[in-house]
């Protein structure tokens, strides 16, 4: 009898033990929720950009990162070459599978871009994986052509990658870090269904992922403009001439004016 009760005492101090190394594991992967405020974008005829805050309760030792993505759209370039020593357009580039809005940051003692992990699911290098180019495109350039096109896009404020950006403080418990984070749209972010990730990472890996649907819309003027282009052509043609015709009068008597002085 006390042969078998001391052997079932053994199994279960070794289960408990067991349990015991699984419990840093596990904590890694109690992450709290996703907050982002606000939870969506309206674009007015006034839209200058803005900025959303993203903020989540993650492991004390965790590191994190986020990504804000758009939705994926097809892109036409015009790549420039020299014909007769002069530099002309020389063929047009298609690009498809590319989101519209691409931004990263991570903590501070977070992975920068990937390219540490080349199985990482966020990054240029992982970007680059999915982004396809046709057209007047060569192949063995489509690395140069990435590039190319990450200056264009980064120009325009539509992607950047910023490590170190994710402010870490401390949680509410030991155990826990409070990570807050603030993303800048650019003023020609389009509509549609944007989506933001955050990825808790344990030794460089992956432990959890979570993602929310930020929707951004148009109201107001954008909104009747956009409604007058898609569902009826030619008013919005006919009302782009009318605003051209009386934006040249009002330029030329402004400039008339101020010359009579």
């Avoid at 892109?75 to 063929?91: E, I, Y």
Wanted: charge should be neutral; glycine fraction near 10%; hydrophobic fraction near 40%.
């Amino acid at each position: 009898m006390h042969g078998k009760a001391d052997q079932w005492m053994a199994i279960i101090f070794a289960a408990a033990i067991a349990l015991g190394i699984s419990f840093p594991s596990l904590a890694v992967c109690e992450v709290g929720k996703l907050t982002v405020t606000p939870s969506s974008l309206a674009i007015s005829e006034f839209f200058q950009g803005s900025q959303i805050k993203v903020s989540a309760d993650i492991p004390r030792d965790g590191a994190a990162v986020i990504e804000f993505k758009g939705p994926a759209l097809e892109d036409h370039l015009m790549r420039k070459g020299r014909r007769g020593g002069l530099w002309m357009n020389v063929g047009e580039i298609e690009v498809a599978d590319a989101p519209s809005l691409y931004l990263f940051m991570s903590t501070p003692s977070g992975v920068p871009s990937g390219s540490n992990n080349p199985d990482a699911e966020w990054g240029y290098e992982a970007l680059q994986k999915q982004v396809k180019f046709s057209g007047f495109a060569p192949p063995v350039q489509s690395t140069r052509l990435f590039q190319e096109f990450l200056k264009l896009k980064e120009s325009s404020g539509l992607y950047g990658v910023f490590p170190g950006s994710i402010k870490v403080l401390p949680g509410d418990r030991d155990d826990r870090s409070t990570i807050e984070g603030t993303i800048q749209l650019p003023t020609k972010i389009s509509p549609g269904n944007y989506q933001i990730c955050l990825y808790v990472l344990d030794k460089r890996s992956v432990a959890q992922k979570q993602c929310v649907d930020f929707p951004v819309s148009m109201e107001g003027l954008p909104a009747i403009l956009s409604s007058l282009a898609y569902r009826h052509g030619t008013a919005y043609g006919l009302l782009a001439v009318i605003i051209a015709i009386i934006t040249g009068f009002a330029t030329g008597f402004v400039f008339k004016g101020k010359g009579a002085h």
